[in-house]
């Protein structure tokens, strides 16, 4: 069985459409390990901020049908795919780590990887996991990248967890 990492974020309704998500993934895979959540800056576009955190759980699909499902609960939220790339969203669901066997691999490129707020929340599920460029622990990425990237802020503890 896997063990994956979820990157989540959102700019509509976030509180709203990040509980749900999380939700419905506790629903589906039972306990899940839940990063705080960051506010951040919309990357790529003027937008309002984005929500994003992290969700690691034990995953019993294979990557391609978990992409699949992912991909639905983000329509079932609404999510407009005829948008640009970089745009305002309901939800944003990405495999930021697969992690099987010992090996770990994400969906994300390097760019996408080491956005702030992909490796904040990362660096707070799992800081000893070798992430797939640097292979480094995400600890030492985050610590590395920390002072060149936009700040985030960390929300209370008890939100969308």
Not at 59 to 69: E, K
Not at 70 to 79: F, P, V
Not at 113 to 124: G, K, N, S, W
Request: aromatic share 8%.
């Amino acid at each position: 069985m896997a063990r994956v990492y979820l990157s989540l974020g959102s700019n509509i309704e976030p509180e709203r459409h990040l509980a749900d998500a999380l939700r419905a993934l506790r629903d589906r895979f039972g306990t899940l390990v839940v990063s705080p959540t960051y506010r951040s800056a919309a990357v790529g576009f003027a937008g309002a901020a984005f929500l994003n955190n992290a969700a690691a759980f034990d995953c019993d699909l294979d990557h391609a049908t978990l992409r699949d499902w992912l991909r639905a609960l983000e329509d079932a939220s609404g999510r407009d795919r005829s948008l640009p790339r970089y745009a305002d969203r309901t939800l944003d669901l990405d495999i930021a780590m697969w992690c099987d066997g010992g090996d770990c691999t994400t969906d994300l490129t390097r760019e996408e990887f080491e956005r702030a707020h992909v490796l904040a929340p990362l660096a707070d599920l799992a800081p000893d996991l070798r992430e797939p460029f640097a292979g480094t622990s995400i600890r030492e990425r985050w610590r590395e990248l920390a002072p060149m990237l936009p700040n985030l802020e960390r929300l209370p503890d008890h939100a969308l967890r």
